[in-house]
């Protein structure tokens, strides 16, 4: 049984992600949000209710879990470094973390300068991590995407929810995906 646990289980892409990994066999899913309420469905999940701000909360959650997923919103640096701590300390050590796309634009916006932090956290933790940089959310019904490496340009458009949580879905069905990878993911360009 592969244990995973989802930091950030509430936010407008896990619950695409939850469907796709419930569908994978061999799964123990735990969900880690500061309110259980906003929670819809919670069959066949374990769920823990704590704040990543609180590193203990963040120990115990962390401990014995096999996978970390970070789909994260707020204070993004003391957040990532408590969770990179606790996962140095249990000896977990693959995480799948949600950053953004233009984070490596210069100048850097403001507003992308906390996602700059947790990919530039991740990546010097010694952790097996994958970085994703996701262009902006859209609920369309489909499954496409194209991946870029750090480093290229940046291609694409607008992707689907839905379309990251598979991607993220087939990393965690095979962990040996993609490791120590930072990776822009967005919806091809249709060619004229």
């Given at each position: 049984?592969?244990?995973?646990?989802?930091?950030?289980?509430?936010?407008?892409?896990?619950?695409?992600?939850?469907?796709?990994?419930?569908?994978?066999?061999?799964?123990?899913?735990?969900?880690?949000?500061?309110?259980?309420?906003?929670?819809?469905?919670?069959?066949?999940?374990?769920?823990?209710?704590?704040?990543?701000?609180?590193?203990?909360?963040?120990?115990?959650?962390?401990?014995?879990?096999?996978?970390?997923?970070?789909?994260?919103?707020?204070?993004?640096?003391?957040?990532?470094?408590?969770?990179?701590?606790?996962?140095?300390?249990?000896?977990?050590?693959?995480?799948?973390?949600?950053?953004?796309?233009?984070?490596?634009?210069?100048?850097?916006?403001?507003?992308?300068?906390?996602?700059?932090k947790l990919a530039d956290i991740i990546e010097k933790s010694g952790l097996i991590y994958t970085i994703l940089r996701p262009d902006w959310f859209t609920n369309v019904d489909?499954?496409?995407?194209?991946?870029?490496?750090?480093?290229?340009?940046?291609?694409?458009?607008?992707?689907?929810?839905?379309?990251?949580?598979?991607?993220?879905?087939?990393?965690?069905?095979?962990?040996?995906?993609?490791?120590?990878?930072?990776?822009?993911?967005?919806?091809?360009?249709?060619?004229?």
């Amino acid at each position: 049984m592969k244990k995973v646990i989802i930091i950030g289980a509430t936010g407008s892409l896990a619950k695409f992600v939850i469907n796709a990994i419930s569908s994978i066999d061999g799964i123990s899913l735990t969900l880690f949000m500061r309110n259980r309420q906003k929670l819809h469905n919670s069959e066949n999940v374990i769920v823990i209710e704590g704040e990543a701000m609180n590193y203990e909360d963040v120990r115990k959650a962390i401990s014995g879990q096999d996978i970390v997923y970070l789909n994260l919103a707020g204070d993004l640096e003391p957040m990532t470094k408590n969770i990179v701590r606790a996962m140095q300390e249990n000896n977990v050590n693959r995480i799948i973390a949600i950053s953004s796309i233009g984070i490596y634009d210069s100048p850097l916006k403001s507003v992308l300068k906390p996602y700059r932090k947790l990919a530039d956290i991740i990546e010097k933790s010694g952790l097996i991590y994958t970085i994703l940089r996701p262009d902006w959310f859209t609920n369309v019904d489909e499954v496409d995407y194209t991946i870029t490496y750090k480093g290229e340009p940046e291609t694409g458009t607008s992707i689907s929810r839905r379309s990251i949580a598979a991607f993220i879905a087939k990393i965690i069905e095979n962990t040996e995906l993609y490791k120590n990878e930072n990776l822009g993911i967005s919806k091809p360009t249709v060619k004229k």
